[in-house]
């Protein structure tokens, strides 16, 4: 592969969803953030088990989903398995309450042998003390269930009904359950229920709910009554970090609908600032040395120079200076000189193939004509 030429185990520049990558490659390359410090503060509130929230916002290719993993990152290093990060999105072609509460409930559903074996160690092992414990008989059956290992069927029925997928009535009576898991509001209720049982076996619990743009107005009411209701129902242990894409400023929530109480409630912000040509040097420095291989002793920034890097950033829309689209331009770049068998991408090699109008269209995010800082 054309980066292996240039000491990388693995390409640099390709786009990947954060949470796929193994949290070993998630590096804090952005010093140059003029918010850091609320993120920094936001993340010791954490570590200190506050109830606490951050909102972070950008447009598209700022790297929000990128800080969100590296928000689970930084609380597994100082925490270890004392943390529970639990991680959902709301989809643009799915933006409804059941699709979030599955990617939360595959997300949970990591930490759910832990949780289990603390509540068992809470209320013993009989189901009508664990229903006393959590307080809906329902939802202790089930648990109850998953933690002592009913026969299979019995296991993928609780299993089915969390998930909130239709069980018959007969099948449920089977595991104690009485009532159906198909509506909102009592998927509302359990979530809240699994957070609590989550809160009280670990340090602390991060909530993530990423791409809150994607809602509607009417789902967007709903989702910041109940985000609101999750940070006023914990007085501790508990935080919660809201990512969105906007250009505009960190109040447009309250346009879209998620009202001003969850948008006070999220005390802390952060905004994902362009990167500037001055500071990429550094940025990608650190953003290198994640896919370098261990051997490899020279610059990290390499195969740029600095000027080079500086160049191709010179010459995109200042509305593309983020990394989402300065990454597919470097990728462009990095291929072209290994297949010209050049070692290093200067200012004059990005001038060359970008000098005319057949070159340029190789590049996905360039200005119409050259630009100058």
């Known amino acids: 592969m054309w980066f292996k030429k240039f000491s990388f185990k693995d390409d640099p520049y390709v786009g990947r969803d954060p949470f796929t990558i193994p949290l070993e490659l998630i590096q804090w390359n952005r010093d140059d953030l003029q918010q850091r410090w609320n993120l920094e503060q936001f993340l010791d509130n954490v570590v200190q088990g506050y109830r606490v929230g951050l909102k972070a916002y950008g447009p598209a290719g700022s790297g929000k989903t990128w800080l969100m993993r590296y928000l689970e990152k930084v609380l597994t290093d100082k925490l270890g398995p004392d943390v529970a990060v639990i991680y959902g999105k709301i989809f643009k072609g799915d933006a409804n309450f059941p699709a979030l509460y599955d990617t939360l409930l595959r997300s949970w559903s990591k930490y759910q042998e832990r949780i289990l074996a603390a509540i068992a160690e809470e209320a013993g092992d009989t189901d009508d003390k664990w229903s006393d414990y959590i307080g809906d008989r329902d939802l202790a059956a089930c648990l109850w269930f998953l933690k002592y290992k009913g026969n299979k069927e019995q296991v993928r029925f609780c299993e089915n009904w969390l998930r909130g997928v239709r069980v018959s009535a007969s099948n449920l009576a089977e595991v104690n359950i009485t009532s159906s898991l198909d509506k909102d509001y009592r998927k509302y209720f359990v979530l809240r229920k699994l957070f609590e049982l989550s ?29 609101r209701d999750m940070l006023d129902s914990f007085y501790e242990k508990f935080a919660l970090a809201c990512s969105y894409t906007t250009r505009a400023a960190a109040d447009v929530l309250l346009d879209w609908g998620y009202g001003e109480f969850l948008f006070r409630r999220l005390e802390w912000e952060v905004k994902l600032d362009p990167v500037i040509s001055e500071h990429a040097p550094a940025i990608f420095r650190v953003h ?72 340029r269209g190789r590049f996905p995010y360039l200005s119409p004509a050259p630009r100058l800082m």
């Open 199 to 227: 809160s009280a076996s670990f340090k602390t619990t991060l909530l993530i709910v990423d791409e809150l743009e994607n809602a509607t107005t009417t789902f967007a009411r709903g989702l910041g009554d109940f985000m």
């Open 288 to 359: 290198h040395s994640a896919y370098r291989e261990e051997r490899f002793k020279g610059d990290q920034l390499l195969p740029f120079t600095e000027d080079g890097l500086r160049k191709i950033i010179q010459i995109m829309e200042p509305e593309q200076w983020y990394p989402g689209f300065i990454l597919v331009n470097c990728g462009v770049l990095g291929r072209i000189a290994s297949e010209a068998g050049v070692e290093q991408i200067d200012a004059n090699f990005v001038d060359t193939e970008t000098s005319t109008e057949g070159k």
